[in-house]
Structures are given as structure tokens and as C-alpha cells.
Nanobody, 121 residues
Framework: VQLQASGGGLVQAGGSLRLSCAADGRTFRTYALGWFRRAPGKEREFVATISRSDRRTLYANSVEGRFTISRDSTKNSVYLQMNSLKPEDTAVYYC???????????????WGQGTLVTVSS
């Protein structure tokens, strides 16, 4: 299982960023894909996930309505469009693969390296 996250950066509060996570073909076809984040000094937390079929998504309450997860089968990639960013969204964001749509990190079997998102006030 190979996952490669990218797209992080520095953005002002209220701005937008889109994170990408490229997967190998087998991973993309087999697993639900999700995003987690770890803010400085805090535990890793669930952000969003999307099923293999692209029919089911799940979001953390803290990002519902601001973030959108999607996947593109032509690029074997999953995306996290982040709008109306807040300083509290600052974190390292990780993509991960799981057998189904879960919010618990313990259900995820493989993790990509993180990409840092910094939101300035």
C-alpha cells in the first residue's frame, strides 16, 4: 500500500487549500481513503473519509460544511478541498487507507507521510 500526500502550505484564515493523496492502483481500487490530522501538542484526529464507490462520505463535525473529500479514479487520487480555513485547522494532514468508511484511526491499515497545513490569523 502506497500513499503520497501533498498540497500543504501556508494560508491566511478564510483561505482555501486542496490536499492530494496519490495511491497505487490496487490501494485505490480496494480501500476507502481518509484524511486525519495532528495539530501541535494534540492527538491525531479524524477529518474525513470516502468509500471505494465514492457514494459514502463521513466528516468530522469540526470540518463539516467547510471541507470536501473526493476521489478521482483516473488519477488514483483522493482530495481534500479545504475552504474557510481557521487557525485551528493548522496541523500535519495524513491520508490513510481502510477496508471501509471509519472515523477511528485504529481501522486504518496504511498511512502516507504527512503534509503540513499552516493557517495564519
Amino acid at each position: 500500500v502506497q500513499l503520497q500526500a501533498s498540497g500543504g502550505g501556508l494560508v491566511q484564515a478564510g483561505g482555501s487549500l486542496r490536499l492530494s493523496c496519490a495511491a497505487d492502483g490496487r490501494t485505490f481500487r480496494t480501500y476507502a481513503l481518509g484524511w486525519f490530522r495532528r495539530a501541535p501538542g494534540k492527538e491525531r484526529e479524524f477529518v474525513a473519509t470516502i468509500s471505494r464507490s465514492d457514494r459514502r462520505t463521513l466528516y468530522a463535525n469540526s470540518v463539516e460544511g467547510r471541507f470536501t473529500i473526493s476521489r478521482d479514479s483516473t488519477k488514483n487520487s483522493v482530495y481534500l478541498q479545504m475552504n474557510s480555513l481557521k487557525p485551528e485547522d493548522t496541523a500535519v494532514y495524513y491520508c490513510a487507507a481502510a477496508p471501509s468508511v471509519y472515523s477511528s484511526s485504529t481501522r486504518y491499515i496504511s498511512w502516507g507521510q504527512g503534509t503540513l497545513v499552516t493557517v495564519s490569523s
